[in-house]
């Protein structure tokens, strides 16, 4: 691999930007031109065939629009990104010295297809990115990762695009934070970036997600920028200009995941050992709790009355939110906490009763 692809790679935060979709050759050109004019973007991205859920929308200029990206890359020095999802795509990426591929969401879902990708890739030397599945299936996800890494290829990275979701939710994908936490627990030495372009669907949200990346310590961002946005020929709502990339890059406030300024480290010692103290506290009192529950099911078992008595457990839940109200808890919060709690104690009791 080249020495400049391998540094970009390395680089902490990665930026990558682009249009969703490669359109005529002044827009690739020129959006590459003002795009590396910002002096902050890493690599540049374009869409060369575009995955769309409804046949007859704009599916991709396809391999005619790969000499453009190269000129661009010649012009600006940016290394290029494309999304493949068959063979013949790596076969032209290839051809054209694309420098990283990417892999989309709806092809990580199909095994068959990045088994396809995975073959092609046999014996090459290119960086490859894997955007999780469109469903939130961490197993595809690492599926994926683990196809790939098996033709070889030594530097993969992930994508967090957010998750499909049934019904309207202010994402167009959603976070799922949790989701790719998980995924930098199993793979804690990847490469984990974040695309806020494809979870927003818009541009007001952009900066905020991109925030929330950064602040759960990801590697980078991937964002979608365009020329002229509004008239953008996919994902016209959610793309930026360069210009406002820029902003938005400049606004970004960078944390580290580690320093060494001793005072800071005391401190966030003594707050942590608070914390350890308390969750050992609720541990203890969670376990007298359920012990508590045991002995009100052998009461039920002896008078034959049913586990469940959905007035005590209405009350309980009042009880709950208006104290969390208080104690400055969400209702959501204290739902989750009170419905684990619950699950646990019924499936005690109903042990205790049927033994
Ligand atoms: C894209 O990056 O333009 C794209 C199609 O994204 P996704 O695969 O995340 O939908
Ligand atoms: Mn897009």
Same mark, same amino acid.
């Given at each position: 691999m080249q020495a400049l692809v391998q540094e970009k790679w390395n680089k902490r935060p990665l930026i990558i930007s682009g249009p969703c979709s490669a359109e005529t050759e002044q827009q690739v050109i020129e959006t590459a031109t003002r795009l590396a004019h910002t002096g902050q973007v890493d690599v540049l991205r374009a869409g060369i065939w575009k995955p769309r859920t409804k046949p007859g929308?704009?599916? +991709?200029? +396809? /391999?005619? +629009?790969?000499?453009?990206?190269?000129? *661009?890359? $010649? &012009? /600006?020095?940016?290394?290029?990104? #494309?999304e493949v999802a068959t063979a013949k795509h790596v076969e032209d990426a290839l051809q054209f010295e694309v420098d990283i591929l990417w892999i989309g969401a709806r092809t990580t879902v199909n095994p068959f297809s990045v088994q396809e990708v995975a073959d092609a890739l046999r014996? #090459?030397?290119?960086? #490859?990115? %894997?955007? !999780?599945? &469109? !469903? *939130?299936?961490? =197993?595809?996800?690492?599926?994926?990762? =683990? $196809? %790939?890494?098996? *033709?070889? %290829?030594r530097q993969v990275g992930m994508i967090h695009r957010g998750f499909s979701n049934y019904g309207n939710t202010e994402f167009r994908n959603a976070p799922m934070w949790h989701l790719p936490i998980e995924m930098k627990r199993r793979f804690p030495d990847m490469l984990l970036i974040c695309d806020p372009s494809h979870i927003c669907g818009n541009r007001h949200m952009l900066q905020s997600i991109a925030q929330k990346s950064i602040d759960l310590d990801f590697d980078g961002i991937m964002v979608e920028s365009h020329i002229d946005p509004d008239n953008a020929w996919s994902d016209a709502k959610q793309q930026i200009t360069p210009e406002q990339l820029a902003d938005m890059l400049s606004a970004l406030i960078w944390r580290s995941e580690n320093t060494d300024k001793a005072d800071f480290l005391t401190a966030l010692a003594t707050l942590r050992e608070q914390? !350890?103290?308390?969750?050992?506290?609720?541990? /203890?009192?969670? +376990?007298?709790?359920?012990? %508590? *529950?045991? $002995?009100?099911?052998?009461?039920?078992?002896? @008078? @034959?009355?049913? &586990?469940?008595? /959905? @007035?005590r457990w209405n009350e309980i839940l009042e009880k709950a939110y208006s104290k969390g109200e208080k104690l400055g808890l969400s209702q959501e919060f204290v739902t989750k906490y009170f419905d684990a709690v619950h699950l646990e104690s019924i499936n005690r009791q109903n042990r205790v009763m049927n033994s």
């Amino acid at each position: 691999m080249q020495a400049l692809v391998q540094e970009k790679w390395n680089k902490r935060p990665l930026i990558i930007s682009g249009p969703c979709s490669a359109e005529t050759e002044q827009q690739v050109i020129e959006t590459a031109t003002r795009l590396a004019h910002t002096g902050q973007v890493d690599v540049l991205r374009a869409g060369i065939w575009k995955p769309r859920t409804k046949p007859g929308m704009f599916e +991709g200029i +396809g /391999t005619k +629009g790969l000499p453009w990206l190269l000129q *661009a890359k $010649r &012009i /600006t020095g940016l290394p290029t990104t #494309v999304e493949v999802a068959t063979a013949k795509h790596v076969e032209d990426a290839l051809q054209f010295e694309v420098d990283i591929l990417w892999i989309g969401a709806r092809t990580t879902v199909n095994p068959f297809s990045v088994q396809e990708v995975a073959d092609a890739l046999r014996g #090459v030397d290119i960086p #490859v990115l %894997i955007k !999780n599945p &469109i !469903n *939130a299936d961490l =197993e595809l996800w690492s599926g994926s990762i =683990e $196809r %790939i890494q098996k *033709a070889g %290829i030594r530097q993969v990275g992930m994508i967090h695009r957010g998750f499909s979701n049934y019904g309207n939710t202010e994402f167009r994908n959603a976070p799922m934070w949790h989701l790719p936490i998980e995924m930098k627990r199993r793979f804690p030495d990847m490469l984990l970036i974040c695309d806020p372009s494809h979870i927003c669907g818009n541009r007001h949200m952009l900066q905020s997600i991109a925030q929330k990346s950064i602040d759960l310590d990801f590697d980078g961002i991937m964002v979608e920028s365009h020329i002229d946005p509004d008239n953008a020929w996919s994902d016209a709502k959610q793309q930026i200009t360069p210009e406002q990339l820029a902003d938005m890059l400049s606004a970004l406030i960078w944390r580290s995941e580690n320093t060494d300024k001793a005072d800071f480290l005391t401190a966030l010692a003594t707050l942590r050992e608070q914390i !350890n103290h308390i969750d050992d506290e609720l541990m /203890t009192l969670l +376990g007298q709790r359920m012990k %508590i *529950a045991d $002995r009100i099911g052998q009461y039920k078992k002896d @008078n @034959n009355i049913t &586990i469940l008595q /959905t @007035n005590r457990w209405n009350e309980i839940l009042e009880k709950a939110y208006s104290k969390g109200e208080k104690l400055g808890l969400s209702q959501e919060f204290v739902t989750k906490y009170f419905d684990a709690v619950h699950l646990e104690s019924i499936n005690r009791q109903n042990r205790v009763m049927n033994s």
